[in-house]
């Protein structure tokens, strides 16, 4: 069975940063890529990055240059590091998996069930 468990969101002054993680089990993680996807209240959900099973990278626009997306083959884990974080960043943050990048940042087939990030101004 897999399973996608994100940890590590929490409240946060404007400026400062956060690390998320994703743990993945059932044997999917070294064959998938991951994703990292936000909803804000009212909003839909966007990508906010996506790794390709190697080292290919994408950002959303709003992110690049403040937040990296990282995986950790040998612990079957996936990070966010966001930096300069702003208000508007605040949502509940999602990690997803799929077969490769296209599909990923696109319908992602499994999903966490999200951590919350709240940016305060």
């Known amino acids: 069975q897999v399973q996608l468990v994100e940890s590590g969101g929490g409240l946060v002054q404007a400026g400062g940063s956060l690390r998320l993680s994703c743990a993945v089990s059932?044997?999917?993680?070294?064959?998938?890529?991951m994703g990292w996807y936000r909803q804000a209240p009212g909003n839909q959900r966007e990508l906010v990055a996506a790794i390709s099973r190697g080292v290919t990278a994408e950002y959303a626009e709003s992110v690049k240059g403040r937040f990296t997306i990282s995986r950790d083959n040998a612990k079957n884990t996936v990070y966010l590091q966001m930096n300069s974080l702003r208000p508007e960043d605040t949502g509940v943050y999602y990690c997803?998996?799929?077969?490769?990048?296209?599909?990923?940042?696109?319908?992602?087939?499994?999903w966490g069930q999200g951590t919350q990030v709240t940016v305060s101004s």
């Open positions: 059932g044997s999917i993680f070294s064959s998938s890529a």
């Open positions: 997803a998996a799929a077969l490769n990048l296209v599909v990923v940042t696109t319908k992602p087939r499994y």
